[in-house]
């Protein structure tokens, strides 16, 4: 099984396990990819989302080459593939609770459109990032240069693209492309388990206005300005409010 979904109380992890193929992403995984994500998302119990390799090493190289190349000329594979990749990114870029990516290895190509997609990126010292279409003749599409731009700027992201090298994770911390430098994958178990006892509700509607600037919003409207007023009603902010009066920590349950 390449990919597989296993849930723990709150937290749900999407594991990549195709280690002899540096976890390398084939036709079939591309499309498997959204149903495991809308099983979390439909999940009561999951706040969070974890995607990362099953085993130590690479986080993923991306598109399984050797089936690329096997099925290249043939138009409507091609076609298919496209459709289930940009599926799988615009599926996770869009996904209603917080996903996380923890990256320990090599990072690339498709694998790094992976993780640009998540909503926060985990990296430890030994992992590489890398976007590759320059080096293969290939274009990579608006949707993921856009979700990179946001992440890094402009200009890191054609240095990027026009290269095709790969960045060590300290220089991807350091330009934005990875938000936590990690010595120890604890770090990103911490992570998720702060994201978890925080409000769902503030938390997925914090994560759709950002979603709404990205996109371009740069006013409220009456719909952001609804959510504002509700959650002054909602059952997230009287448990809030109680528990902060009461000096204990607070036990949310909207789901």
């Known amino acids: 099984m390449t990919l597989r979904l296993i849930t723990s109380g709150p937290i749900a992890r999407l594991l990549i396990d195709r280690a002899e193929k540096k976890n390398s992403f084939t036709q079939e995984m591309w499309e498997k990819l959204p149903d495991l994500i809308a099983e979390a998302m439909a999940d009561p119990r999951v706040h969070v989302l974890v995607l990362q390799a099953a085993a130590p090493g690479a986080f993923s190289a991306g598109a399984d ?3 690329f190349g096997a099925h290249a000329q043939d138009p409507d594979w091609r076609a298919r593939n496209q459709a289930a990749i940009r599926r799988a990114q615009h599926d996770l870029a869009r996904a209603e609770k917080p996903t996380i990516a923890l990256i320990e290895g090599v990072c690339v190509g ?7 997609a998540c909503d926060l990126r985990v990296a430890g010292p030994a992992a590489r990032f890398g976007i590759t279409p320059a080096r293969l003749g290939l274009v990579y599409s608006l949707h993921d240069t856009k979700l990179l ?3 890094v700027g402009p200009a890191q992201a054609k240095r990027i693209l026009f290269t095709g090298d790969l960045l060590p994770a300290e220089e991807a911390a350091r330009i934005g492309l990875v938000d936590i430098l990690a010595q120890d994958p604890a770090e990103a178990e911490a992570l998720a388990a702060a994201i978890a006892a925080a409000s769902p509700h503030s938390v997925r509607a914090s994560k759709k206005i950002v979603r709404r600037i990205l996109d371009g919003q740069a006013e409220d409207d009456d719909d952001t300005l609804g959510q504002f ?5 909602g059952e997230d902010y009287r448990e809030g409010v109680a528990a902060f009066l009461a000096k204990r920590s607070p036990t949310f349950r909207s789901r």
């Open 65 to 67: 080459i050797a089936e």
């Open 229 to 233: 007023a509700a959650a002054f009603d």
């Open 149 to 151: 731009v946001d992440l």
């Open 110 to 116: 498709g694998g790094c459109g992976l993780a640009i």
